[in-house]
């Protein structure tokens, strides 16, 4: 098998080799894929669908997908952006997203992808689903109402020794996060930093911190989401 | 009650990937899993408190609430409610004096709704702890009842009605009928257990295998890959432990065909799963076997002793040097997303049943990260079949792209629901005709994941190019509604199993069953018609088949059967009726003794 091979992501070549991703690809090449359940050194979980590109037709996750020969992707399409809008837009009327009074705008990655996908209004009606706030925490708040479920606090954030704190509960629409009090109680405030800072939302927010970013100095107050990205060419 | 946690700890050698065999032994001796089983299982296992909540929580059959003494689990499949489901669910209510999903003051007993148990074609049907009780109605209900209360063994209604074949055997003594009702091949009774093994311990791993791939046998579990390609890129990987799994999740609401032949035919089975393992290379086999169908499992186990006496199992198999293939029994937790194949893995390792992302395939990283073979019940049966009578025989029943023969669970609105063996090409008319079914309005291909058709394509045939079916067939006549009865419920079925990773699956599915409902309250209009056939492509990004199909009974109806919706649509509006000003103010005016002046 030759190691070094090209693949298509919308009409431009780019050089491919065996175990990487499409979105390692597209990343080094200055190509945006939006992604959201992806964080950079955890291993994928595939579950936002976001970033979901055409291989030769066929819809698949640009963060688990390793690349092959004779690839052609197609990622920044009308289809696939109208697509992605609309699991965007599904997201804000299943939880309960009051940006203006969430610690995280302006931080926020679903915010950010709702702005770049130009959503005024979700096309569907709200669910005004019941959530939770669990405040019991001493150092850390999980606002239910915001969770994405991505899990990147799952496959993010353990004890010092390695223990797990956070994980699902139930199924299907009603699954939540959630987490072992017991063993949280007792996080350092760096931890709790990370937790709050590896949610793409507002569902983690550290105590005792809410609101530092001054409107305008904050994350995607100035550049759209994924303008890194294109910076790399 | 610490110590019976420990002894079922030990029962595993507190192997932490056997969690899900402790979890279920603490559920049955508990009918909860205690707080402090828990904290036990968290100290010994040295797994996180959160992890194994997770799994419980996942899970129909674990719960963190007692069940009561007596569990009722009554299911709610679209065959149930055909059958008389409604008046039989609500002489539970009466009789019980409690509403569904609960449990009675004094704990005695609790009453819950469950996704289809592999009963359709008597239905209605239950489990009470554990067992089936199948065909009930309204009379037998309250005899049932009245013996909980009265502190009588139910297990004698049982007794007094027991199945036919193998059901009323010892082990099983169940009231599970079989209906076969058409027989070619894997139910016929021309089968000598050990035959096939016999055969293939004079031959090359790699000439079995050949024989399969010139049988063209695709998999019955419904997505036809052909069974030697699996094989071969298992028996590729480099040397070492391999896997060979045996999905009788059966979930697909509608089929049974697998229980039939659990019942009947286990030995045939078993003997597929130890081809396989002489084909791959494998030395270890697991049945994953729905919850549902536990009243089997004991039955089961004797089955596999009785191959171990004779040598079919076992080390050196018949006699054969190295020859060492054995079988355990994996209990499922009640998940019909655990019928997907790395879902099915996952909860085998005592992990919520979330599939996993594809590639890696399991034939190259499966149970425990090693290659693994999964294939459906039936698949294994013909296996054996193929090996026995040679792939000729084989390959001159059924169709050039569909070889063999196929099990359809028929049921619904016919004379005579059962188990049909046919061969593959014959077409839904047929089909319908040797059901017995009159009047029909349309047919569910496949169940809720397939396709449901309507009379204009009822010439079409069972093949994989043209109606391809993992088996079941539910027949709906024309007296139903179809989009209240059927679509709906179906839905709600999957919004229920989805495992709920992935966004569409876990939001969009919630969305259209909303949209539907609107359209069955007649407040509709055309773009809502679109907007359900365009959603589909999100449905398509979901990582799995259940999120990729599920909003088929709706696309799928929407496509055959266009004008169930048209004619409930509010014509000529763009305006989305949503908001009912009257129903918005009824409070109000029930509170005032005002009369809403709305002018339409
Ligand atoms: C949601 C879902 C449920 C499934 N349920 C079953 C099942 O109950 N039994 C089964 O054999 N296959 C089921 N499958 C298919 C399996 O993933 C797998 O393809 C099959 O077991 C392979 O066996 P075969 O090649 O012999 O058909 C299911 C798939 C999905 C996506
Ligand atoms: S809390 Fe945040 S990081 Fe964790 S699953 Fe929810 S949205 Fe994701
Ligand atoms: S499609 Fe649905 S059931 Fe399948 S992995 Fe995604 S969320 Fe889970
Ligand atoms: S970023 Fe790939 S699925 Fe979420």
């Given at each position: 098998m030759k190691d070094k091979f090209k693949i298509i992501i919308d009409?431009?070549?780019?050089?491919?080799?065996?175990?990487?991703?499409?979105?390692?690809?597209?990343?080094?090449?200055?190509?945006?894929?939006?992604?959201?359940?992806?964080?950079?050194?955890?291993?994928?979980?595939?579950?936002?669908?976001?970033?979901?590109?055409?291989?030769?037709?066929?819809?698949?996750?640009?963060?688990?997908?390793?690349?092959?020969?004779g690839m052609e992707i197609e990622n920044d399409t009308p289809e696939m952006n109208e697509l992605r809008k609309i699991i965007v837009e599904t997201m804000f009327v299943t939880g309960n997203h009051f940006c203006p009074s969430c610690e995280k705008s302006g931080n926020c990655e679903l915010q950010a992808l709702a702005y770049r996908f130009k959503m005024d209004v979700p096309r569907f009606p709200y669910s005004f689903s019941k959530r939770d706030i669990d405040a019991s925490n001493p150092k850390i708040m999980i606002d239910h109402n915001r969770c994405i479920k991505c899990k990147r606090c799952a496959r993010g954030i353990k004890t010092d020794d390695g223990k797990d704190l956070f994980a699902f509960k139930n199924r299907g629409e009603k699954i939540e996060i959630s987490i072992d009090n017991e063993l949280a109680k007792n996080i350092s405030d760096e931890k709790a930093q990370e937790a709050m800072d590896i949610c793409p939302v507002g569902a983690i927010i550290k105590k005792e911190r809410g609101f530092i970013d001054p409107i305008g100095t904050r994350k995607y107050d100035n550049k759209p989401i994924g303008s890194k990205v294109k910076e790399v060419q | 009650m610490r110590e019976v946690i420990n002894n079922i700890i030990s029962l595993y050698k507190s192997d932490k990937t056997r969690l899900m065999d402790m979890l279920l032994d603490i559920q049955e001796k508990f009918n909860y899993i205690p707080d402090n089983a828990i904290d036990t299982l968290v100290e010994k296992l040295d797994l996180p408190k959160v992890h194994i909540l997770e799994t419980i929580s996942f899970y129909h059959f674990l719960t963190l609430k007692n069940t009561g003494k007596y569990t009722i689990y009554l299911n709610d499949s679209v065959s149930a409610y055909m059958s008389g489901r409604k008046e039989v669910a609500e002489t539970f209510e009466k009789e019980i004096g409690i509403k569904f999903n609960s449990v009675t003051n004094d704990g005695l007993i609790g009453l819950f709704d469950t996704s289809c148990i592999g009963m359709s074609d008597q239905e209605p049907a239950a489990l009470i702890n554990n067992k089936v009780f199948t065909n009930l109605t309204i009379a037998k209900v309250k005899e049932i009842v009245k013996n909980i209360k009265d502190g009588k063994d139910i297990n004698s209604l049982m007794k007094a009605n027991l199945g036919n074949g193998k059901n009323s055997s010892k082990l099983i003594q169940s009231m599970v009928n079989n209906n076969i009702r058409v027989i070619k091949s894997i139910l016929s009774d021309e089968y000598i257990p050990g035959s096939a093994l016999m055969k293939i311990i004079e031959q090359e791993r790699d000439e079995v295998i050949n024989e399969i791939e010139n049988s063209e046998l695709r998999g019955h579990g419904g997505a036809g890959f052909p069974t030697d390609l699996k094989w071969k890129f298992t028996a590729k990987t480099p040397e070492g432990k391999r896997y060979i799994f045996c999905n009788a999740d059966e979930g697909e609401p509608g089929t049974f065909k697998d229980r039939v032949i659990l019942t009947e035919r286990p030995e045939l089975m078993f003997e597929g799963m130890a081809t396989c393992g002489y084909a791959i290379n494998s030395d270890e086999g697991v049945l994953y076997l729905r919850h549902e169908y536990k009243y089997l499992k004991k039955y089961l186990e004797n089955v596999l002793n009785k191959m171990r006496k004779r040598n079919l199992l076992g080390k050196d198999i018949l006699g054969q040097k190295g020859f060492n293939f054995d079988i355990r029994i994996q209990l499922g937790g009640g998940a019909y997303v655990c019928g997907e194949e790395t879902a099915l893995l996952e909860s085998t390792k005592g992990n919520r049943g979330e599939p996993?992302?594809?590639?890696?395939?399991?034939?190259?990283?499966?149970?425990?990260?090693?290659p693994?073979?999964?294939?459906?019940?039936?698949?294994?049966?013909?296996?054996?079949?193929?090996?026995?009578?040679?792939?000729?025989?084989?390959?001159?029943?059924?169709?050039?792209?569909?070889?063999?023969?196929?099990?359809l669970s028929i049921s619904g609105d016919c004379e005579k629901p059962g188990v049909y063996e046919i061969k593959w090409g014959i077409t839904i008319n047929e089909m319908l005709h040797m059901a017995g079914a009159e009047d029909v309005q349309a047919v569910q291909v496949s169940g809720p994941s397939?396709?449901?058709?309507?009379?204009?394509?009822?010439?079409?045939?069972?093949?994989?190019?043209?109606?391809?079916?993992?088996?079941?067939?539910?027949?709906?006549?024309?007296?139903?509604?179809?989009?209240?009865?059927?679509v709906m419920n179906y839905t709600n079925f999957?919004?229920?199993?989805?495992?709920?990773?992935?966004?569409?699956?876990?939001?969009?599915?919630?969305?259209?069953?909303?949209?539907?409902?609107?359209?069955?309250?007649?407040?509709?209009?055309?773009?809502?018609?679109?907007?359900?056939?365009?959603?589909?492509?999100?449905?398509?990004?979901?990582?799995?088949?259940?999120?990729?199909?599920?909003?088929?009974?709706?696309?799928?109806?929407?496509?055959?059967?266009?004008e169930l919706y048209e004619n409930k649509i509010i014509e000529d509006s763009d305006l989305i009726p949503t908001f009912d000003i009257s129903k918005a103010i009824q409070e109000y005016c029930d509170a005032t003794g005002r009369k809403p002046i709305i002018e339409e």
């Open positions: 009409g431009k070549e780019l050089p491919a080799r065996h175990g990487q991703t499409i979105l390692e690809i597209a990343n080094n090449n200055g190509i945006y894929i939006p992604t959201l359940c992806n964080f950079e050194g955890l291993k994928p979980q595939a579950s936002c669908r976001i970033c979901s590109v055409k291989v030769n037709g066929r819809p698949m996750t640009a963060c688990t997908t390793t690349v092959s020969p | 996993r992302y594809k590639p890696p395939f399991p034939a190259v990283k499966g149970y425990l990260d090693k693994t073979v999964i294939n459906n019940v039936e698949t294994l049966c013909s296996v054996v079949k193929i090996l026995n009578k040679g792939n000729y025989w084989f390959k001159k029943m059924g169709t050039e792209e569909s070889r063999g023969t196929k099990l397939g396709n449901c058709i309507s009379p204009s394509q009822f010439n079409n045939q069972i093949r994989y190019s043209d109606l391809g079916t993992g088996g079941s067939m539910v027949i709906i006549g024309k007296h139903r509604d179809l989009l209240k009865d059927v999957f919004i229920g199993e989805s495992c709920g990773s992935c966004v569409p699956c876990r939001n969009l599915i919630v969305i259209y069953r909303n949209t539907l409902q609107k359209v069955i309250d007649g407040k509709g209009v055309q773009a809502d018609l679109d907007n359900m056939l365009e959603w589909e492509k999100v449905m398509k990004m979901n990582r799995c088949g259940l999120g990729q199909t599920s909003s088929n009974p709706i696309v799928t109806t929407l496509k055959n059967f266009p």
